[in-house]
Each structure stands twice: as structure tokens, then as C-alpha cells.
């Protein structure tokens, strides 16, 4: 296919793309606010109104670490400061009063991040393969539901994602021009993302891989020059690290905790399996949610094709892969959210596949007949996970399960009742009648022991009940509560999903039905 004729077509659909983005990653941003944030935004949003209060940088957390989330939201809060009217007295009053706007904001910031990728992904799709491809990878990245869940969260999935991508386009700029400018760069770029995630500093191999490579083909640079660039490439990146995360070392006392929690071993539904098996989950759920059957062949071609091709750097951009899907794979844990930072690779090698699919099945017919088949398969391609991530935006923008809960509870609790409820169940965080607890309801306490404390109704949620039910073993004390409550009790009220509705199912239950 000669690419260079659909240049000035890519560029328009680059800017398609980014604008059919923007109105899905925006669409439901304000997912369940103003009644409660997500899981984890109170550690951002929270913190980085602290700083700004207090007037200094120490975001006091170094869990991701996440400098690259902090400090621009709260260059943002700075900004939205000069705004605040005279009625109130300082942002903490105001964060207080209409904490929403702030969260907004910050959802706001992690879709920008995740925005920014699609033309670095473009970029690198150009540059290893052709311009083709890159717009056909975007196009597939898009489509991905784990990617558009979680940008739309105030986490570092998002920002983590742009600096994975940024590094890896910097070290691309390399093979061009092996320069120590360059070096610096693609450093400072993986110095960034580690500031983001930790283990973004699994893409280092990729600099030291390219840049060597890069000196090899270059006749004229000195083994001692390419040590030179290589020193200095590891330097840039530990600069890049320590200069967007200074208080990672100026308060290591909060920070080792912080690394010890996010080192843990274990994490209900989330842990058991040894490194092998994580690196065969995180294939198998890369292809049951965001590939689907149909981009799960072209990547297999296009697999076939890049081992048969043998150039360096489709070849690198699969190593990248396979690289980082076992440095997280070593963890106790597995999250599919881990795997976001690969995913562009993942989308440009599937939709490689799918173009020289079309190049050796269509190159004697006209070319009007290759773009209309082009456009064709990639819409196949995009409409399994396409389809799931427009529902999860319509589901965002209506009133989910909790939300539903929350407003069945607030007409039918009556007035002396006491609820208890765990994680992921109502939106009820003022309300002097209900307790929330961060742990399963099953755990160090039975039914009788909820009911010897006056507790009237209990509330428990899918979204908690699947993790421990999935390994009866592990946790007895909890599936002996949910299977009296599943299997042996009438709830009050149940709220399920729907195509329309998000949210896990939860089930409302008076204590003094339970048997």
C-alpha cells in the first residue's frame, strides 16, 4: 500500500480521532460526583488541596509515586484560587464546600494525559511501521474499555500511559539521531514516567537497547562514545526522577512505608498466582477485554509478519511488550490496570497485522477498493471493546447502582435504623444512620455479632462478595456471611446493572430477616 499518498488522509483522521476522544472520554465524566469519589482519588485530589493550604510540596504519599499527577493539579488549584469569589475565605473552605469541582478537575487533568498519547502513538506507528498503522493503531487503542475506566479516574493510569508512550517515541528519536540531546530526552522521559508509575523503569532497556543499537549502526561513534551516551542516558533518567519527585528522598521516612504497602503480597481476588501464571493472565485479559477475537488475529499476524521481517524495531516494540508483561508479571499481585502502559504497542502490532492483511490480500485491486476494506475490518476490529467502552460512558453519565441505593435508602431507612455497609455499596458518606467499613463485612465478625451491636441492615456488594467466593478456602469467615445472606436470605431491595446502568449488584438486607 503506498502510504505516503494517505499522509494528508492520516492527518485527518488523526484529528478525528482526537476529537471522537475527547467526546468519549468526557462523555459521564462526572461519574456518581457530587455524591462520592472513586477508589484512590481522595489520595490525590485530597493531598494536592493540602499542599496548597499548607504552601509547600510534600504531597506526604509515595505510593505510585504519582509527582507527575500532584504538582500539575496543583499548578490547576492555583489557577482556580484566583478565581474564588469573596465569600470564601481560602480553597480549603471551598474544596470543603463543593469538593466536586476539585475531583472534576483532576478527572479532567488524567483524560488530558490519556488525550495527549493518541498523536505519540500516531508518531510511533509512523515511524516503526507507517503512517497507516499508526492511525489504525490509535484507532484500535481507543476502542480498549480498561484504558477509558481508568483515565477517566483521578489515578496515574493515565499519566503513567503518556510517559510509557512519550519514552518510548524518545527513544525512537535515537535510532534517528543517536545525539547525546536525544539520550537526555528519552532519559528525562523515562525518569517522568517512573515519577508516575514505579515500574515504568522497566522501559530503561529499551533506551540502553536502542541507543546501543543505534551506536552500532552509526561507524563513527567509538565504543567509549556509546558508553559515554549510555552513562549519561541513566543519569538523565535518575534526574528526571529526582527532579519531578524531590520529597521521594527529602521525606524517605514517609515514603519506605509507602513502598512496603504497594509491595504487599497479597489483595483479595488479586493475588495466588506465581509470575508465570500472571504473565498468562495478563495475555488472557488483554485478549477476553480489550483485543477481542478479531484483534487478536491481526496481532497474531502481524507477530508473524514482524518475525519474519526481522527489523529492529517492530522487533523492539515486541520485546517492550514482553518485557514489561514479565517485569509486572513478578509481582504477587496482578491488575489488569498494570498492563495500560503496553497497550498502545499492543494496538499498533494488531493493527499491522490488519494493514498487511489488506496489503497481500487486496494489492491488485484499486485503491478505492483497499481503503473501503481497510476501513471496513478496523471498524470490525474496534466494535467488540468499542462497543463496551460506549456503554461504560453511558453508564457513567447515568445514575449507577450506588447512586440508586443511595436514594432508596434516604426515602425507606427509617429514622432509628442503623446500617452497616462495606466498600463499593451506597453513596451514603453523610449519614449519621450508616457506617461504612473498608473491609468485607465477613471479616473478624459474623451476622450475630453485627446484630449484638444494633446494626438493623446490611448492605453488601458484588464487587466485594465475587473476590472472596472465587477461593472459599482462603476465606472461610467471609463466604460463610455471604452465603447465608446469598443463599439462605431475602434482601429488602436488590440493585443490579444494566446496559444502561453501571455499578456491581448490591443487596439490602434487615438484620432482623436474617436467619
Not at 510540596?57 to 492555583?78: K, R, V
Not at 431475602?490 to 446502568?501: G, H, I
Request: glycine share 6%; aromatic share 12%.
Amino acid at each position: 500500500m503506498q502510504t505516503q499518498r494517505l499522509s494528508t488522509w492520516s492527518r485527518f483522521g488523526l484529528l478525528a480521532l482526537i476529537l471522537a476522544a475527547t467526546w468519549l472520554y468526557t462523555w459521564g465524566l462526572q461519574r456518581n460526583l457530587p455524591y462520592s469519589a472513586e477508589a484512590d482519588e481522595n489520595i490525590f485530589v485530597e493531598r494536592t488541596v493540602a499542599m496548597f493550604n499548607r504552601g509547600d510540596g510534600n504531597p506526604g504519599w509515595f505510593g505510585n509515586p504519582g509527582s507527575t499527577l500532584f504538582y500539575p493539579l496543583l499548578a490547576i488549584y492555583q489557577l482556580v484560587d484566583l478565581g474564588r469569589d469573596a465569600t470564601t475565605p481560602d480553597l480549603a473552605t471551598w474544596f470543603a464546600r463543593e469538593p466536586w469541582l476539585f475531583y472534576l478537575l483532576a478527572r479532567l487533568l488524567s483524560v488530558a494525559y490519556t488525550l495527549l498519547t493518541i498523536p505519540l502513538l500516531y508518531q510511533i506507528g509512523r515511524r516503526v511501521f507507517n503512517p497507516i498503522t499508526g492511525l489504525i493503531g490509535a484507532a484500535l487503542f481507543l476502542s480498549y474499555p480498561t484504558v477509558l475506566f481508568h483515565s477517566k479516574s483521578v489515578r496515574t493510569d493515565g499519566v503513567g500511559l503518556f510517559f510509557a508512550t512519550l519514552s518510548v517515541w524518545a527513544c525512537l528519536q535515537i535510532v534517528q539521531q543517536p545525539t547525546l540531546r536525544r539520550h537526555i530526552l528519552a532519559g528525562i522521559s523515562i525518569g517522568l514516567g517512573i515519577a508516575s508509575r514505579y515500574f515504568l523503569v522497566l522501559f530503561a532497556p529499551l533506551l540502553l537497547w536502542l541507543s546501543w543499537r543505534a551506536g552500532q549502526a552509526n561507524r563513527t561513534r567509538t565504543w567509549k562514545t556509546q558508553v559515554l551516551a549510555l552513562v549519561i542516558s541513566l543519569l538523565a533518567i535518575g534526574f528526571g526522577f529526582a527532579l519531578s519527585t524531590p520529597y521521594f528522598f527529602l521525606d524517605f521516612s514517609t515514603a519506605w512505608p509507602n513502598l512496603v504497602t504497594e509491595g504487599r503480597s497479597t489483595h483479595p481476588g488479586a493475588d495466588g498466582l506465581s509470575p508465570l501464571q500472571n504473565f498468562l493472565w495478563y495475555l488472557e485479559q488483554l485478549v477476553r477485554s480489550e483485543y477481542r477475537a478479531l484483534q487478536t488475529g491481526f496481532a497474531i499476524i502481524g507477530l508473524a509478519v514482524i518475525g519474519w521481517q526481522h527489523r529492529l524495531l517492530p522487533l523492539s516494540l515486541v520485546g517492550m511488550i514482553v518485557l514489561f508483561l514479565a517485569g509486572i508479571s513478578a509481582s504477587p499481585l496482578h491488575w489488569l490496570r498494570w498492563a495500560i502502559p503496553i497497550l498502545p504497542l499492543a494496538a499498533l502490532i494488531s493493527g499491522y497485522g490488519l494493514v498487511t492483511s489488506i496489503d497481500r490480500l487486496a494489492h491488485t485491486h484499486a485503491p478505492f477498493i483497499r481503503r473501503t476494506l481497510l476501513i471496513g475490518l478496523t471498524l470490525a476490529a474496534i466494535a467488540q471493546p468499542g462497543l463496551r467502552s460506549v456503554q461504560l460512558s453511558v453508564q457513567d453519565a447515568n445514575p449507577n447502582t450506588r447512586l440508586a441505593a443511595r436514594l432508596w435508602l434516604l426515602d425507606h431507612l427509617p429514622a432509628q435504623a442503623r446500617l452497616i455497609q462495606e466498600p463499593y455499596t451506597a453513596l451514603l458518606l453523610d449519614d449519621p444512620r450508616v457506617t461504612n467499613t473498608d473491609r468485607s463485612l465477613g471479616t473478624e465478625r459474623t451476622l450475630a455479632d453485627y446484630q449484638r451491636q444494633g446494626y438493623t441492615h446490611l448492605i453488601v456488594s458484588s464487587a466485594m462478595y465475587d473476590r472472596f467466593l472465587a477461593e472459599p478456602a482462603r476465606y472461610p469467615s467471609e463466604v460463610a456471611l455471604y452465603q447465608t445472606l446469598l443463599q439462605q436470605s431475602t434482601p429488602l431491595v436488590t440493585f443490579a446493572p444494566t446496559w444502561f446502568r453501571g455499578g456491581p449488584t448490591l443487596h439490602i438486607y434487615a438484620l432482623t430477616a436474617v436467619p
